[in-house]
């Protein structure tokens, strides 16, 4: 683990800074205020931060023996707070000369430079040993930070009831400061029954005035705050506001066009996460909750992560304004924006808020994450198997996402309900992104990006990716990985149960959604196995810190290994390697049992972060005889999590796959391509004869893809084959996975006359364009590379900027 951190790393190459000091002070709740300006690119306002101080006591020995401490940050918020001593001429609250700091919100500007926190040195949440001031540091990159000011919170009506104190008057103004700090506190920690009155307390807490500066310095990679006098984080101001705006090129936010050539914003799923949208401390411990208000032109659709359903209130001609809030903490990072002239798509007749089948209650378990109202006790939501869920489209795609993804959704919801149980979100909504937009989708607390891509073809990968994206409301949100490095526990997770929610919505018999699994697990054996022959070691290792995973320094403040690199984002290896490890442990149990088990987990570990081990431990567990059988918590490192390359048991397990039916007839029919592609050479007369005589059976989807993946390995194929499979199967009306491969087998032969296909592609589905770009290159055809370089030139600027650098990089 690295402590000490570079402040100016290269954002293109190195591993991803996590600067915010977690371990002294904690943000409990935040409130935006902002307002999106599409002419300047930039979004304005303030955040106002609800802090606690944490105690002393997280600390661990570092178990190789270095002398400085390390800490393992625990699997939820600390709810404790420091109590100041009844001795008020604690020297740590002073300044200089003796008086209470606290007295005086009036602040001059910095005059000595601040220092970030030198974990080396010292392991306490205190500067005063060496007599400096403690620095507050937030995760922050391209923001203009404008102010930063204390807030008295002692004015706002109401507060100080909940010390008991119907006022303050009498107080003298140390006990005051005090009190404040307390009422904080316990503001921050009213019960969950009680989270309206507390939602309205931040409100009117972040509205107060300022009443004071409080100097601050910035970094490539943070924002660092300090109040001259005060050496010790309990002693620092807990409620802080900060005026800032964005930039037009800040890297969590995309400003672009959508289908229609309308304007539009939205959280794109940048690496860096939300540090260019708003000042925050974006390591997973900093769970916390929130309040926005979005100012936006009239006329536009604001979408945010919140659990209700905002309506626009016009707050002066031309400019309305969107409130939404949650009541469940959640890292900084799943907070997600979406501001544009979209509309929403309905069907007259389907069954948008309410489930037609509903489930009888089971018995819950006592939830074990910190307390907030909780649908798993909510006896209602435990039978809720379809949440309310809305669709909004660009005008363009609206009759498409009408007839292909509206029927899907509530298919899909009483799937995974049927699976695991309570939904932990009370709502969902659906927005189909612009094409620019880098992945197939992207789930966040309450909403969902999709790509236009899953709207072509039929519905099979429409319901996959769906599947997929739902998934990640139990693995990815409510249940969240402590260490990012360990991508695999939410990317794993959700690609093994997107195939078992999706056999469940289409309500396949047994066998045949056990043969669909086994197709499936074949063409991911193969996409995985091509991925680690064509990667560096050190990214196919699903557990990089390996035994210092959930390590951090004794601030808080960690690195997420890799986090940076550009070819990650590429990458499947996560999302394959942890779903065949899920795969192999199934294959020890039994399907059944092992979703029995998944349900309970959910139960246990839902609003916690875990790490691998948390998840292995409980397994081996409940199934001890599979430590019988000689798989221990090691072996599973050894061979799935530490090392790089194929698992060893995953090498004795997929030659099954070959024998599965559905291959089998794949086989034969690739057997038949090949036999036809011979013929076909041999002149007009017995081309023609061939496509008479021979009859090629309907496949599925998936079985189409290893079709075309099969037939890919073959050094020739004729023009005549290549028109007879695309006219065979309709293949340019096929979902995007198919016409993927179609296009690799038109570039791979000079297919010149299918050339407009991969044109569109590469235009139209830029989620999975990447690859193609590097094929058209890499064949030194000038035909190609100049069709190549002119997709470019006609979508760079609504690229995803990470996509843009890589193909720029193959083509220029």
Same mark, same amino acid.
């Given at each position: 683990m690295q402590n000490d951190m570079d402040p100016n790393l290269d954002p293109s190459k190195d591993d991803l800074p996590l600067r915010a000091n977690t371990n002294h002070m904690l943000v409990r709740h935040y409130v935006l205020d902002l307002a999106v300006h599409f002419q300047r690119k930039v979004i304005s306002g303030n955040i106002v931060l609800f802090f606690e101080s944490r105690k002393d006591g997280h600390k661990f020995c570092n178990p190789v023996g270095n002398e400085s401490c390390v800490q393992r940050v625990s699997c939820f918020p600390v709810t404790s707070i420091y109590s100041p001593p009844s001795d008020t001429n604690n020297a740590g609250a002073l300044g200089s000369d003796g008086k209470d700091t606290d007295k005086n919100c009036n602040h001059g500007n910095m005059e000595t430079p601040s220092r970030i926190f030198n974990s080396k040195k010292d392991c306490g949440d205190t500067a005063e040993s060496r007599n400096e001031d403690f620095v507050l540091v937030l995760d922050c990159c391209d923001l203009s930070v404008l102010k930063v000011e204390e807030v008295d919170a002692a004015v706002v009506p109401g507060i100080w009831e909940l010390d008991g104190q119907c006022t303050e008057d009498g107080l003298s103004k140390e006990l005051s400061n005090r009190q404040q700090r307390q009422t904080l506190h316990r503001l921050e920690n009213l019960p969950s029954r009680s989270w309206q009155e507390q939602h309205d307390l931040f409100l009117q807490c972040s509205r107060v005035p300022g009443c004071g500066e409080l100097p601050f310095e910035m970094d490539s990679w943070s924002l660092q705050i300090r109040k001259p006098g005060i050496k010790m984080a309990r002693y620092f101001p807990h409620l802080v506001r #900060?005026?800032?705006?964005?930039?037009? @090129?800040?890297?969590?936010? =995309?400003?672009?066009?959508?289908?229609?050539?309308?304007?539009?914003?939205?959280?794109?799923?940048?690496?860096?996460?939300? =540090?260019?949208?708003?000042?925050?401390?974006?390591?997973?411990?900093?769970?916390?909750?929130?309040?926005?208000?979005?100012?936006?032109?009239?006329?536009?659709?604001?979408?945010?992560?919140?659990?209700? %359903?905002?309506?626009?209130?016009?707050?002066?001609?031309?400019?309305?304004?969107?409130?939404?809030?949650?009541?469940?903490?959640?890292?900084?990072?799943?907070? %997600? #924006?979406?501001?544009?002239?979209?509309?929403?798509?309905?069907?007259? @007749?389907?069954?948008? %808020?309410?489930?037609?089948?509903?489930?009888?209650?089971?018995?819950?378990?006592?939830?074990?994450?910190?307390?907030?109202?909780?649908?798993f006790q909510d006896p209602a939501a435990q039978v809720q198997a379809v949440i309310p869920h809305r669709v909004f489209t660009p005008h363009c795609l609206k009759e498409k996402s009408q007839e292909i993804l509206l029927p899907l959704l509530p298919r899909c919801l009483t799937a995974a309900h049927s699976v695991l149980g309570t939904h932990p979100f009370p709502r969902l909504d659906v927005?189909?992104?612009?094409?620019?937009?880098?992945?197939?989708?992207?789930?966040?607390?309450?909403?969902?990006?999709?790509?236009?891509?899953?709207?072509?073809?039929? %519905?099979?990968?429409?319901?996959?990716?769906?599947?997929?994206?739902?998934?990640?409301?139990w693995f990815g949100l409510a249940i969240g990985a402590q260490d990012w490095t360990e991508e695999w526990i939410s990317e794993g997770f959700a690609t093994f149960f997107e195939d078992v929610f999706w056999t469940n919505a289409q309500k396949l018999p047994q066998k045949e959604a056990a043969e669909q699994y086994e197709l499936k697990a074949l063409l991911r054996w193969r996409r995985l196995r091509e991925e680690l022959q064509n990667s560096e070691e050190e990214l196919q290792v699903l557990r990089p810190n390996r035994e210092q995973t959930g390590e951090v320094s004794p601030s808080g403040a960690s690195l997420v290994k890799h986090g940076l690199n550009p070819c990650k984002i590429f990458m499947q290896v996560h999302y394959l390697k942890g779903y065949f490890l899920l795969r192999f442990l199934a294959s020890k149990i039994g399907e059944e049992r092992y979703l029995k088990f998944f349900r309970l987990f959910v139960q246990k570990t839902h609003g916690r972060l875990i790490l691998s081990q948390d998840f292995l431990q409980m397994l081996l567990e409940k199934?001890?005889?599979?430590?019988?059988?000689?798989?221990?918590?090691?072996?599973?490192?050894?061979?799935?999590? @530490?090392?790089?390359?194929?698992?060893?048991?995953?090498?004795?397990?997929?030659d099954a796959w070959l024998e599965n039916q559905l291959v089998e007839e794949v086989k034969r029919e690739v057997a038949k391509w090949i036999h036809f592609n011979q013929r076909n050479r041999k002149g007009t007369k017995r081309k023609r004869r061939a496509e008479e005589r021979v009859i090629f059976k309907e496949v599925l989807p998936d079985q189409l893809v290893l079709l075309l993946e099969l037939l890919l390995e073959e050094e020739s194929l004729s023009v005549g084959t290549l028109r007879w499979l695309e006219r065979r199967y309709s293949l340019c009306e096929q979902d995007a996975e198919v016409r993927h491969r179609w296009c690799e087998l038109v570039v791979k032969h000079k297919h010149t006359a299918a050339y407009k296909d991969v044109e569109q592609f590469l235009k139209k589905d830029q989620a999975m364009g990447v690859y193609l770009y590097g094929e058209l290159m890499v064949h030194e055809d000038a035909r190609q590379q100049g069709l190549a370089k002119s997709c470019f030139r006609a979508v760079h600027e609504e690229m995803d900027p990470t996509s843009k650098k890589v193909v720029e990089e193959m083509i220029l």
């Amino acid at each position: 683990m690295q402590n000490d951190m570079d402040p100016n790393l290269d954002p293109s190459k190195d591993d991803l800074p996590l600067r915010a000091n977690t371990n002294h002070m904690l943000v409990r709740h935040y409130v935006l205020d902002l307002a999106v300006h599409f002419q300047r690119k930039v979004i304005s306002g303030n955040i106002v931060l609800f802090f606690e101080s944490r105690k002393d006591g997280h600390k661990f020995c570092n178990p190789v023996g270095n002398e400085s401490c390390v800490q393992r940050v625990s699997c939820f918020p600390v709810t404790s707070i420091y109590s100041p001593p009844s001795d008020t001429n604690n020297a740590g609250a002073l300044g200089s000369d003796g008086k209470d700091t606290d007295k005086n919100c009036n602040h001059g500007n910095m005059e000595t430079p601040s220092r970030i926190f030198n974990s080396k040195k010292d392991c306490g949440d205190t500067a005063e040993s060496r007599n400096e001031d403690f620095v507050l540091v937030l995760d922050c990159c391209d923001l203009s930070v404008l102010k930063v000011e204390e807030v008295d919170a002692a004015v706002v009506p109401g507060i100080w009831e909940l010390d008991g104190q119907c006022t303050e008057d009498g107080l003298s103004k140390e006990l005051s400061n005090r009190q404040q700090r307390q009422t904080l506190h316990r503001l921050e920690n009213l019960p969950s029954r009680s989270w309206q009155e507390q939602h309205d307390l931040f409100l009117q807490c972040s509205r107060v005035p300022g009443c004071g500066e409080l100097p601050f310095e910035m970094d490539s990679w943070s924002l660092q705050i300090r109040k001259p006098g005060i050496k010790m984080a309990r002693y620092f101001p807990h409620l802080v506001r #900060i005026w800032y705006e964005t930039k037009p @090129d800040g890297a969590s936010v =995309r400003w672009t066009k959508d289908q229609s050539n309308r304007a539009c914003v939205y959280t794109m799923g940048s690496p860096i996460n939300n =540090r260019a949208l708003f000042p925050c401390q974006e390591p997973p411990v900093a769970m916390s909750t929130w309040q926005a208000t979005i100012q936006a032109p009239e006329g536009c659709m604001v979408l945010l992560s919140g659990e209700n %359903t905002a309506e626009p209130v016009q707050i002066k001609e031309g400019v309305s304004s969107w409130f939404y809030y949650v009541t469940m903490p959640m890292p900084a990072s799943t907070f %997600t #924006i979406a501001v544009g002239h979209w509309i929403e798509a309905k069907l007259e @007749d389907s069954l948008l %808020t309410s489930s037609a089948e509903e489930t009888c209650s089971s018995s819950q378990l006592p939830c074990s994450h910190m307390d907030y109202p909780c649908r798993f006790q909510d006896p209602a939501a435990q039978v809720q198997a379809v949440i309310p869920h809305r669709v909004f489209t660009p005008h363009c795609l609206k009759e498409k996402s009408q007839e292909i993804l509206l029927p899907l959704l509530p298919r899909c919801l009483t799937a995974a309900h049927s699976v695991l149980g309570t939904h932990p979100f009370p709502r969902l909504d659906v927005l189909l992104v612009p094409a620019g937009f880098s992945s197939l989708g992207m789930a966040s607390p309450h909403i969902m990006f999709l790509s236009q891509s899953v709207l072509a073809g039929k %519905t099979h990968l429409c319901g996959a990716r769906l599947c997929h994206e739902i998934a990640h409301a139990w693995f990815g949100l409510a249940i969240g990985a402590q260490d990012w490095t360990e991508e695999w526990i939410s990317e794993g997770f959700a690609t093994f149960f997107e195939d078992v929610f999706w056999t469940n919505a289409q309500k396949l018999p047994q066998k045949e959604a056990a043969e669909q699994y086994e197709l499936k697990a074949l063409l991911r054996w193969r996409r995985l196995r091509e991925e680690l022959q064509n990667s560096e070691e050190e990214l196919q290792v699903l557990r990089p810190n390996r035994e210092q995973t959930g390590e951090v320094s004794p601030s808080g403040a960690s690195l997420v290994k890799h986090g940076l690199n550009p070819c990650k984002i590429f990458m499947q290896v996560h999302y394959l390697k942890g779903y065949f490890l899920l795969r192999f442990l199934a294959s020890k149990i039994g399907e059944e049992r092992y979703l029995k088990f998944f349900r309970l987990f959910v139960q246990k570990t839902h609003g916690r972060l875990i790490l691998s081990q948390d998840f292995l431990q409980m397994l081996l567990e409940k199934f001890p005889e599979i430590k019988r059988q000689g798989l221990a918590l090691d072996m599973i490192y050894e061979d799935w999590l @530490d090392s790089a390359g194929i698992p060893k048991p995953l090498l004795e397990e997929s030659d099954a796959w070959l024998e599965n039916q559905l291959v089998e007839e794949v086989k034969r029919e690739v057997a038949k391509w090949i036999h036809f592609n011979q013929r076909n050479r041999k002149g007009t007369k017995r081309k023609r004869r061939a496509e008479e005589r021979v009859i090629f059976k309907e496949v599925l989807p998936d079985q189409l893809v290893l079709l075309l993946e099969l037939l890919l390995e073959e050094e020739s194929l004729s023009v005549g084959t290549l028109r007879w499979l695309e006219r065979r199967y309709s293949l340019c009306e096929q979902d995007a996975e198919v016409r993927h491969r179609w296009c690799e087998l038109v570039v791979k032969h000079k297919h010149t006359a299918a050339y407009k296909d991969v044109e569109q592609f590469l235009k139209k589905d830029q989620a999975m364009g990447v690859y193609l770009y590097g094929e058209l290159m890499v064949h030194e055809d000038a035909r190609q590379q100049g069709l190549a370089k002119s997709c470019f030139r006609a979508v760079h600027e609504e690229m995803d900027p990470t996509s843009k650098k890589v193909v720029e990089e193959m083509i220029l």
